[in-house]
């Protein structure tokens, strides 16, 4: 006789389903245990000359090999990912520099989503869908401004930034939505990072640590933080009609 038991097949696409997220969660805790400490600008200093001649030499295989190991930084959430942004502009310069790294983040930004949503996010929003209460009127309320909330998200990065691949894939954001507006959204904190990096060579050469907190910089922060209240607008304007008899 058959066994009742749930098919031995269908147990295992599950796990196969939500092994590669999982495999990202607990290498980003590893990561984060074993190279909290050890990701510094000493790094840099220490390899400079050789990254320059490597540079040099094979352009095209440093291209790739900074593309593949930010997608990596970034798919596994390991340390140092604003320390590799930094990283372009010191090899490549502001330009083209930020779009190596701006297309690297997005791609391994997409990686985390996709792997969260197949392992776990449309069952979650399906669940969510269903539900009510509080945690429906949250979803449903980004649901309605998507465009805007996931690009202020990226603009002014209010979580961390593995966090913000893995919450749009759990309330169940399309996948166009998330890749365009991370692509865009990365893109002012990109240049502003690459654009330090871009200047390293001559501060590495004094002994001096580069300043990660210009972004705070007034000069820097307003311009971003207008924009994030540009991309805000449509959301008020839709609460204004809303309330209007």
């Known amino acids: 006789m058959d066994s009742p038991e749930a098919p031995l097949p269908s147990r295992s696409r599950a796990v196969m389903r939500r092994l590669p997220i999982l495999v990202i969660l607990l290498a980003a805790v590893i990561g984060t245990v074993l190279l909290r400490d050890q990701i510094d600008f000493s790094v840099l200093r220490a390899h400079h000359d050789t990254l320059m001649g490597l540079r040099d030499a094979h352009y095209a295989l440093t291209v790739l090999g900074f593309m593949v190991a930010y997608v990596l930084i970034v798919t596994l959430s390991l ?11 010191f090899l490549f310069g502001v330009f083209p520099g930020v779009v190596y790294t701006v297309v690297a983040a997005t791609i391994g930004a997409v990686a985390v989503f996709l792997a969260a949503r197949i392992g ?7 669940r969510i869908d269903a539900g009510q209460g509080r945690v429906k009127r949250l979803s449903t309320a980004l649901r309605e401004n998507e465009w805007e909330v996931l690009f202020i998200m990226r603009l002014i990065p209010v979580v961390p930034f593995f966090v913000g691949n893995l919450v749009p894939a759990m309330i169940g954001v399309r996948t166009h939505r998330f890749f365009v507006t991370t692509l865009l959204g990365i893109i002012p904190g990109g240049l502003v990072y ?11 050469a004094r002994g001096e640590q580069p300043d990660m907190g210009v972004i705070f910089e007034p000069h820097i ?12 607008l449509p959301i008020l ?3 204004m009609r809303r309330r209007v008899p």
Do not use: C, K
């Open 221 to 232: 922060l307003l311009p971003i933080l207008g924009l994030a209240a540009l991309a805000a």
């Open 194 to 204: 690459t654009s330090v990096g871009n200047g390293l060579g001559e501060i590495l």
């Open 237 to 239: 304007i839709r609460s």
């Open 120 to 126: 776990f996010g449309d069952r979650l929003a399906a």
């Open 79 to 89: 340390p140092g990912a604003a320390l590799s942004t930094v990283t372009g502009g």
